[in-house]
């Protein structure tokens, strides 16, 4: 897109806000701009009125006019209604409502012969100290430079009031803002993250090697430094100078104000993975203990911060080889535990991108083997350990790997990569909860920005939010920063515009004080009509009456709706109560169960003693039987030896007694007794 086309997302908010103001006719008095606020509702120019008092001069400090006076009574009530809002918040509501009123108003704003940075007029001072009128403020318009490199803005403007990334005023384009400092030296796979407006890059791949400095560049001012860092090697040991191994394909993950390197490839690996941590307080380096089953060392992995764990999936290892395992981290008890979900997992892969929806979903989205690249993606049901692959909806992605990605509410930005052949120019966005792609804007040329192991960052200056990129790889190694603003509506803004016309106003006006403001989409009706924001179903009566039941009507809403919240406060309070009753009754019995099994648990090791004695009691009874069976045995021999000893002697008794019968009959009879011979 062209720095000077004629479309409003071209200009910064101020020149944009000022732009609108200019068309509308503020500057001179409400009352002399009556032709071009006549195409308005009443309270619409109201509220347009009161925004353009907040953004230029601020909160309303002037005294409420008297009651005699209804347009100017109802002049500061809308001024004065706004509160303490910020008046860059003011700038975009009024903008945006003005883009819901007349869409095409840009267009019919004469065509300047140089583009125009308005600054903030400063309100003029009386010799009494009070603030002049607020109609009496006028317009400065110094120049402002812009040129266009390849899709990229580069700001030239050296009178830029804001600092740092709130410079940046045009959205959805990639802008190479200047930076200051020795830049880092150029790298890919590298690790990025955010620690208090402060984005710490660390390790990364140059010229095939792998390098451990840690750069800083600070948001605010957009400096970079080099940290000589520190590392603790124990609780009794001082801090030397560091000697973080080099390594590249790493994670670099921003918990509790500190920094968590995970895993990466090193030129000596371990045989598992390592977390280090950095202290920006302390700039010192440590290695951290964890529990459980570790992973085997990789690089190419995805890393995301769930609630307090940390969920990795995939890479290469040391050989080669490709994963696509999973494991999670507790950070409160660093301990492993490597997951085994249902379902159909990713294929093995590594530079993919991982992101984590409504605390609950892990999306998985493209990444490469050794020969190709892929653009599917998977979601992961944390709390069934499910895998899935939804319809995915939009644009179709082209393959990638190497790519980054980031998470801004609703919707995750998906920046660079490359597919084998080309870096990819597109900036992606997929809207998680409807899975639908969309492409956010394109580079031209072999920027940066379309190569791989390029990281991305989220960070947010003045209520805006900003991704910022640094380095890549296309053929040469980058170490330059861009930065990109997105426009998007807000979870909180889609819930506020899609509630009833009758108290629309009050809920806009709430809103520039809750989130951020993002210009909406138009929102169109069946019969083709743009739904409108502010109420449009008041009658012809006098202005400051009309104010009056508007005001009415937003504090009779406000209290039905107050009235609301405090039933379910009390319904959630009972229920509440409710379970801690069941709770204690649960811990109540659980006490008694738990003393029944202690019971039960002495009654069985009692048991189990008896048991263990009736076991050696029998052991020893079978022993005394099986001697008493080789005794009988050893009786019935004695026996039967004895029966066959007594019929032998009874045998030869009767032998005996035989032959001296048969002796008389053969005539040799026995010897007569002496007294017969």
């Known amino acids: 897109m062209s720095v000077v086309a004629r479309s409003t997302s071209s200009l910064a908010y101020p020149e944009r806000f000022y732009a609108a103001a200019s068309y509308v006719g503020f500057g001179g008095s409400l009352n002399s701009s009556t032709a071009a606020l006549s195409k308005f509702q009443n309270d619409v120019a109201l509220l347009l009125y009161g925004l353009y008092q907040q953004a230029t001069v601020g909160p309303c400090n002037v005294p409420k006019p008297r009651a005699w006076n209804p347009v100017e009574h109802s002049k500061w009530t809308s001024w004065n209604g706004l509160g303490n809002m910020a008046s860059t918040e003011a700038m975009r509501l009024f903008v945006k409502i003005l883009e819901e009123e007349d869409p095409a108003w840009y267009s019919r704003v004469p065509e300047p012969t140089v583009e125009h940075k308005f600054e903030m007029p400063k309100p003029k001072v009386e010799s009494s100290g009070e603030t002049a009128s607020p109609d009496e403020i006028s317009f400065s318009e110094p120049k402002h430079i812009s040129r266009e490199n390849g899709g990229l803005i580069e700001t030239q403007d050296k009178d830029i009031i804001m600092e740092g990334l709130g410079a940046i005023g045009v959205y959805d384009q990639w802008v190479a803002p200047p930076i200051s400092g020795q830049q880092p030296k150029p790298r890919y796979q590298h690790g990025a993250a955010v620690v208090k407006d402060k984005m710490y890059i660390f390790g990364g791949n140059h010229n095939g090697r792998y390098l451990n400095d840690l750069q800083v560049l600070d948001l605010k001012s957009l400096m970079w430094s080099k940290i000589d860092a520190k590392v603790t090697k124990g609780p009794s040991e001082s801090s030397t100078p560091a000697h973080v191994a080099p390594l590249a394909g790493h994670s670099l993950i921003s918990w509790d104000e500190k920094i968590l390197s995970i895993a990466g490839h090193t030129k000596d690996p371990s045989e598992t993975v390592t977390v280090k941590q950095f202290d920006p307080q302390t700039l010192t380096w440590s ?36 994963l696509n395992d999973l494991h999670i981290l507790d950070l409160e008890t660093m301990t492993w535990d490597d997951i085994d979900a249902i379902g159909t997992p990713p294929s093995p892969r590594s530079d993919h991108a991982a992101a984590c929806h409504a605390e609950r979903y892990l999306l998985i989205f493209g990444g490469g083997s050794h020969a190709t690249c892929f653009n599917d993606l998977h979601v992961l049901d944390l709390q069934n350990m499910e895998w899935s692959r939804p319809k995915q909806q939009g644009v179709t992605p082209g393959p990638r790997a190497g790519h980054a990605g980031i998470k801004v509410g609703e919707n995750w930005f998906v920046v660079g990569g490359g597919d084998n052949k080309n870096g990819v120019s597109e900036t992606l966005v997929l809207h998680m909860s409807a899975l639908v792609w969309s492409v956010v804007t394109s580079v031209k040329g072999r920027v940066p920005l379309a190569s791989e192991g390029l990281s991305v960052v989220l960070s947010t200056c003045n209520g805006e939010d900003y991704l910022v990129s640094f380095g890549g790889y296309n053929g040469r190694y980058s170490n330059e920063v861009y930065v990109l603003k997105p426009s998007y509506k807000s979870d909180l803004q889609s819930k506020i515009f899609d ?31 743009i739904t409108e924001i502010m109420m449009d179903n008041v009658d012809s009566g006098p202005l400051h009456m009309r104010t009056e039941e508007s005001g009415e009507h937003i504090i009779t809403a406000l209290k039905a709706e107050k009235e609301e919240l405090e039933v379910t406060l009390n319904r959630e309070q009972l229920q ?13 019995k659980n006490v008694e169960i738990s003393k029944e099994l202690q019971s039960l648990r002495g009654q069985l090791a009692a048991e189990q003693s008896r048991c263990f004695k009736l076991e050696v009691d029998l052991a ?58």
């Open 576 to 588: 509440n109560l409710q379970l801690k009753q069941e709770l204690a009754e649960a811990e109540t």
């Open 620 to 677: 020893e009874l079978r022993q005394k039987l099986q001697n008493m069976e080789t005794l009988q045995k050893e009786v019935e021999l004695l026996q039967r030896q004895k029966a066959a000893s007594e019929q032998a002697a009874l045998s030869a008794r009767q032998r005996q007694n035989s032959g001296g019968v048969w002796g008389w009959l053969a005539g040799n009879p026995a010897e007569k007794p002496s007294d017969y011979s």
């Open 499 to 529: 509630k009833p016309t009758s108290d629309s106003m009050a809920v806009v006006i709430a809103s520039t004080n809750v989130g951020r403001d993002v210009a909406p989409e138009s929102e169109a009706t069946q019969d083709g009509k």
């Open 287 to 322: 290695n951290l203990r964890t529990y459980g089953k570790p992973p085997i060392s990789r690089g190419g992995q995805s890393v995301t911060l769930v609630g307090t764990t940390l969920v990795m999936f995939g890479g290469e290892d040391a050989k080669r080889s490709l």
